[in-house]
């Protein structure tokens, strides 16, 4: 008499190949998020970036699996990549990174060409990529996602010092675009950071709160402002 706890091999192999099947929708559907990202990176960097910038973008680079880079954002100037694509020594290249030739897609392809031309970037520039891509992960979050499940959410928006490190056009931009992050944006400022934008943020205050350090103590209190 065959057991009620006991399996047939015919439902293993189905319980096997939905894990299979979940894995690969797992995959693809990661795949699907990350263009999207990548998508919203480039245009929230557009919004903030200075003038002087222009001819640099950005990129997640998600598609290859290079050792040590599986995820990486970099900054990189556009015209240099068309003609790479088209004079570029593949194998020379491929060995350099330690990835399979003959297994790149056109996708790929230009993946690693971006990666191979990412040029170094100040520390205002990294801050101005970084508010960029918290904004791309928000704007993610909240929008439906490709299973159909999960529909629209909103969340707050927040972010410590945005401004520091910033300057001209990065510092400006950021600072009135920064309402339009989220229907809630909270920010942790310093006076002294907060009177530089003061004339960009101010308008869009609901409410202000202050943090001040108990002397000789290993606390702080919150008070309106």
């Not at 040029?119 to 439906?144: E, P, R």
């Not at 709160?209 to 290993?218: M, V």
Request: glycine residues 4%; contains cysteine; charged residues 30%.
């Amino acid at each position: 008499m065959e057991s009620r706890f006991s399996t047939k091999p015919e439902k293993w192999l189905f319980i096997n190949k939905s894990k299979e099947a979940t894995e690969k929708m797992k995959d693809e559907l990661q795949k699907i998020a990350l263009r999207k990202i990548n998508t919203m990176l480039k245009e929230s960097y557009k919004q903030i970036a200075e003038k002087s910038e222009k001819g640099r973008d950005v990129h997640l680079i998600h598609n290859i699996n290079v050792p040590g880079i599986k995820y990486r954002v970099v900054n990189y100037y556009t015209e240099s990549i068309s003609t790479n694509l088209q004079n570029t020594n593949w194998d020379k290249l491929c060995r350099k990174y330690k990835v399979n030739s003959n297994a790149l897609s056109d996708e790929q392809k230009k993946e690693l060409i971006i990666l191979d031309n990412a040029v170094s970037k100040s520390t205002g520039q990294s801050k101005t990529i970084a508010i960029a891509f918290a904004k791309a992960i928000l704007d993610y979050s909240c929008s439906k996602k490709e299973d159909d499940i999960q529909g629209e959410k909103v969340y707050p928006f927040l972010i410590d010092s945005p401004f520091g490190d910033l300057s001209g056009d990065n510092l400006f931009n950021s600072a009135q675009k920064l309402q339009s992050f989220s229907d809630q944006v909270i920010l942790m400022i310093s006076p002294d950071s907060y009177n530089v934008v003061k004339e960009h943020i101010e308008p869009y205050v609901q409410s202000n709160y202050k943090i001040a350090k108990i002397p000789s103590k290993n606390q702080s209190i919150i008070g309106v402002n």
